[in-house]
């Protein structure tokens, strides 16, 4: 019954916690028994299910209950999985946005290795605009995970693909999120290359994406501030 399924995943980080008070005496048993259901859950066949197992995994992770090695070995080989490309399209979708939100919680090591690949492939879905779009959303927070090196040499060509992309969703997601991007480049990608690519937004064909790029415009300029000649920078509480 999905419900009995669903009401469980709810009380996992409480026993999860508890596990972790109690480690003494139990030291095995969240990693052993709890972890494989609640990424189980993740491709379970209902809806409800799956939100209430990603919303566990999410706390489990943000309270720091799941060891880091289970973190590689059981919960990034099944999320890279679920993102395949024969796998279910809101399953996908579903599981890219998971591995977007863990990117901060797991850390730049982690991320690296384990999902940024699997994330520059998504960004190039020519067949579900959906996971292109939660790519767009995410792309920020990615950047700022991983550092400028990784941005500048793996993220920002796939940026340019999709702030082009011919779904005009994709292209506002992008605009939304161009000041963060721009933070983890370089002063000199900043001027040669993104000043550019914000014109294109700016000039948009869709209003939406406009409007979005037009809100991002003193952000994205804050950026290009020298924070020892003027005294100010963008700090983002």
Wanted: charged share 20%; glycine share 2%.
């Amino acid at each position: 019954e999905p419900t009995v399924r669903a009401e469980l995943m709810e009380q996992v980080p409480h026993i999860a916690m508890f596990c972790q008070e109690n480690r003494p005496s139990i030291p095995y048993a969240f990693s052993k028994y709890l972890l494989p259901i609640v990424v189980r859950y993740l491709a379970d066949q209902n809806n409800q299910v799956r939100k209430t197992s990603q919303a566990a995994l999410l706390v489990l992770l943000e309270q720091e209950l799941i060891e880091r090695y289970d973190v590689e070995t059981k919960v990034c080989p099944v999320l890279i999985d679920l993102t395949a490309p024969d796998s279910n399209d809101d399953v996908k979708t579903e599981a890219v946005a998971i591995m977007c939100k863990m990117a901060s919680m797991v850390g730049k090591d982690i991320t690296e290795r384990l999902v940024l690949p699997r994330f520059c492939e998504m960004c190039c879905d020519c067949r579900m605009f959906h996971v292109r779009k939660v790519c767009a959303a995410n792309f920020g927070d990615i950047c700022s995970v991983v550092g400028q090196q990784a941005t500048e040499e793996m993220l920002l060509p796939r940026f340019f693909q999709l702030c082009s992309d011919n779904v005009w969703g994709v292209r506002k997601a992008c605009a939304e999120c161009f000041m963060a991007v721009s933070c983890a480049t370089s002063q000199e990608i900043r001027r040669t290359k993104l000043s550019s690519l914000f014109i294109n937004l700016i000039s948009d064909p869709s209003r939406w994406v406009r409007q979005a790029a037009f809100q991002s415009l003193g952000p994205f300029i804050s950026t290009f501030a020298n924070p020892s000649s003027s005294g100010q920078y963008f700090k983002e509480e």
